[in-house]
């Protein structure tokens, strides 16, 4: 059986089970993807108010799918079908998920930047769905030592407990708000989709030296300060980060905390055609905490990437990736 068949019969499973269990339940699609994701881990029904009959059907569909034959990364794509379909269902602003190209360009940056490490701790402080971190588990699941995944949102933080489980990875995860204290360990690596906009709790923006001098604080330049200060010296991280990051009013202060606690290694532009408008267009912004022998690169890794679907022009932009990390 080829993945892509693979993939969409158990699409067809996670669907078909969780459009059973959000009548039954009378619930939302989106929750009814993390259950019916749970009872396909568990190899049965855990709803015990669903009758007799609804059960066996429910049975019928997990015991034709065989979580052990499959690999993670099809189990990802088939999971994630169904949580884009909640999601289209119920929009809500954090309820948006890394595209899989960019997951997997990420992945490779991972790899090019992690290089030489034997094993390594990573978080995502607004891990989602999970999409992003488990794409970088995938590829790199001998080398991850530990994994940490923390979002406020209640529901997102069980979808990635169910995709992780199903996925046969250990992530420990945190239902709160990133931007309070933050009880882990320091990490090697930061992957982050980081939320944009405005963090409406001042009071606690406080803390950080990115704040707004009035008015609400940027989350996503929060964001980027919290990750930092949970990174062992010479950790890198990687943030999906709004093209317009350093042009705005704010941006004065982020430099400035930059300049003291980072490297700037890389900033590099997707692909406009990506985005429905150009406003809300993203790069991908890569950062190295400043530590003893943490040496800047001779230049920054800047790059406007062509289309994803343009192989000559991306090869030609990989070949000269390539050389920068042989030579910086």
């Known amino acids: 059986m080829s993945q892509l068949t693979e993939m969409e019969q158990l699409f067809s499973v996670i669907d078909q089970t969780a459009i059973i269990l959000r009548k039954e339940l009378n619930c939302l699609y989106l929750e009814a993807v993390a259950e019916t994701g749970e009872n ?24 034709s799918v065989n979580l052990e034959k499959i690999d993670g990364e099809t189990v990802r794509k088939a999971y994630q079908l169904a949580i884009l379909k909640g999601m289209k269902e119920a929009v809500q602003p954090n309820h948006q998920m890394t ?49 940490y995944g923390i979002d406020v949102d209640d529901l997102l933080v069980k979808l990635t407990y169910v995709n992780a489980n199903l996925q046969k990875h250990g992530i420990q995860l945190f239902n709160q708000d990133s931007l309070q204290p933050l ?28 704040r707004a001098t009035e ?24 943030f999906l980060v709004p093209n317009q990051l350093f042009e705005t009013e704010q941006a004065k202060t982020l430099h400035a905390f930059l300049k003291e606690a980072a490297v700037i290694q890389g900033f590099i532009q997707l692909p406009l055609s990506m985005f429905k408008q150009e406003s809300l267009a993203k790069s991908i912004f890569i950062v190295q905490k400043k530590g003893e022998g ?34 910086r």
Request: hydrophobic share 40%; proline share 5%; glycine share 8%.
């Open 183 to 210: 009880f882990i360990d320091p990490v090697d690596l930061v992957v982050c989709d980081l939320p944009v906009g405005y963090y409406p709790n001042d009071e606690g923006a406080k803390a950080f030296e990115v």
């Open 294 to 327: 943490v040496v800047p690169p001779r230049q920054a890794l800047l790059v406007h990437l062509p289309k994803f679907s343009n192989r000559e022009a991306m090869n030609d932009i990989m070949t000269q990736m390539n050389e920068w990390f042989r030579n």
């Open 40 to 63: 396909l881990f568990h190899g049965d029904v855990l709803q015990d108010e669903l009758d007799e009959v609804t059960k066996k059907r429910l049975k019928k569909e997990y015991d």
């Open 99 to 147: 595209p899989d190209t960019v997951g997997i360009f990420i992945s490779y940056l991972v790899g090019k930047f992690m290089e030489g490490k034997s094993q390594y701790k990573v978080l995502d402080p607004a891990v989602g769905a999970g999409n992003l971190l488990t794409t970088v588990l995938n590829n790199h699941h001998q080398l991850i030592e530990e994994a």
């Open 215 to 238: 008015g609400h604080s940027y989350a996503h330049h929060l964001f980027i300060e919290q990750s930092i200060k949970h990174m062992k010296d010479g950790g890198y991280g990687i």
